[in-house]
């Protein structure tokens, strides 16, 4: 995940010029999305194992 970020902030959104503008928030927006519904799935799937180990 980290590369495909550098990879669209270093190399696409240079190409298109649409570093410092807003026609990249869209970008970050369903990035940062991505990012938290990721987070809560590793939660989830670790409450869920430890929870089985414990029973």
């Known amino acids: 995940m ?3 970020d550098l990879f669209m902030e ?3 959104f240079e190409w298109l010029e649409w ?3 807003v026609k990249n928030d869209w970008f970050f927006v ?3 999305g991505v990012v938290v519904v990721w987070f809560l ?3 989830y799937t670790l409450y869920l194992k430890f ?3 414990n029973n």
């Open 19 to 21: 570093n410092g503008t």
């Open 2 to 4: 980290l590369s495909f």
């Open 51 to 53: 929870r089985i180990d």
């Open 30 to 32: 369903l990035w940062w």
């Open 10 to 12: 270093g190399i696409v």
């Open 41 to 43: 799935y590793g939660t």
